[in-house]
């Protein structure tokens, strides 16, 4: 092994559109299958990190693609010290801001970046940063459900071990989300938590609403009542509510969690890989989130948030809602309801035969 830091050579994104296992509906619509973006980032060592990003979108997937790889244009030769490309990036984007598809872009290429780390070292990305694997507790995470269609794929989660199912609300009335809490409370017993998402769809007093009347099903979380850049909504239904406000997963990058914490905003916080500054950016929010002594769960992306969750000092809950199985050589395993980081750096690698098969 070389004892120069390696360089970047060259970047890589590729869009697909990968199937997944069950439609996912929220308030706004139907997630039918998952829009991904692959990134290899290859090295002057020969090394290839690997990482994906969710573009929501179709239609997001061509620009994603083409940022990326103007991005890669630019950081040629530039050494693997994700600490200082950060800065670089920020410095590059200030003007502009790096919301949106180009935090997204980012990001993705941050987790790259420690990817190249965790492979050279022949570590997982865990280890590389002081800690190591261990199962993490998951949830599966469902979007609104039909408690009796839908019955079988619950209880096939209770029969994998989760401890906790995670299901959206927001897409009717108050008496349609309380029928839908209601029967999959019943289904799946007192023991098991429950977490309801509305994914920012309703107003501070609507959600302090519906929360008042679904408080005696015991939910463990209220997700996203109102718009995620509203703090000061999110910070007053939490003064009423009976149940803890979980936010977080659209936050951008340190500086979005430090103001959200400052303004009360919710009792736990859920970073996403792709909007939080990668690995880079989740350690600086899981030492914000410490010292805050607020739990800190992942939103999606369950291979790299298996790694981070390990090293995070108030690590809650991961999220399961498995959207690159389809394209993965190894997607993740759960285990007794835990799912534990594996391989080196994000241990990630690329079933090539799926990805041509979904190639956009």
């Known amino acids: 092994m070389s004892s120069t830091t390696p360089a970047i050579r060259s970047v890589r994104a590729r869009p697909v559109i990968a199937p997944i296992s069950r439609p996912v509906k929220n308030a706004f619509g139907v997630i039918e299958a998952a829009p991904l973006v692959l990134i290899d980032v290859t090295t002057d060592q020969g090394i290839t990190g690997r990482s994906y990003i969710f573009a929501y979108a179709r239609l997001t997937l061509a620009p994603l693609v083409h940022l990326i790889e103007e991005l890669g244009l630019d950081l040629t030769g530039k050494a693997i010290a994700p600490f200082d490309l950060t800065s670089l990036m920020d410095a590059k984007f200030r003007l502009l801001g790096w919301q949106g598809l180009v935090g997204m872009a980012v990001s993705g290429l941050d987790m790259a970046f420690w990817d190249v780390l965790g492979q050279r070292a022949s570590k997982p990305l865990a280890e590389l940063l002081g800690g190591s694997p261990r199962p993490i507790r998951a949830y599966d995470s469902y979007g609104a459900v039909d408690p009796v269609a839908d019955e079988k794929d619950l209880r096939r989660s209770l029969e994998q071990g989760f401890r906790g199912i995670k299901i959206k609300g927001g897409d009717g ?17 007192p023991d098991i938590a429950l977490m309801l998402d509305f994914n920012q769809s309703l107003d501070p007093a609507e959600a302090s609403r519906r929360i008042a009347r679904l408080a005696p099903y015991d939910l463990h979380w209220i997700e996203e009542p109102v718009a995620a850049e509203n703090l000061q909504g999110h910070a007053a239904v939490r003064q009423t509510s009976p149940i803890s406000i979980q936010a977080g997963e659209n936050w951008w990058f340190p500086r979005g969690f430090a103001e959200a914490i400052a303004a009360g905003a919710s009792d736990f916080i859920m970073p996403d890989l792709m909007k939080v500054g990668g690995v880079t950016g989740w350690l600086r929010v899981a030492g914000q989130a410490e010292a805050a002594s607020i739990p800190m769960s992942s939103h999606l992306f369950a291979e790299a948030s298996s ?3 390990a090293v995070t000092p108030t690590a809650h809950w991961l999220e399961v809602l498995d959207l690159a199985r389809a394209i993965l050589a190894e997607p993740i395993q759960i285990v007794d309801g835990a799912v534990t980081a594996r391989g080196h750096g ?6 090539e035969t799926a990805v041509a098969k979904y190639l956009v």
Not at 176 to 189: F, H
Not at 346 to 351: D, E, I, K, T, V
Request: charged share 25%; glycine share 12%.
């Open 346 to 351: 994000l241990g990630l690698s690329w079933n």
């Open 307 to 309: 790694h981070m969750l």
């Open 173 to 189: 009335d108050l008496a349609n989300d309380e029928r839908m809490v209601k029967a999959v409370r019943g289904l799946i017993g």
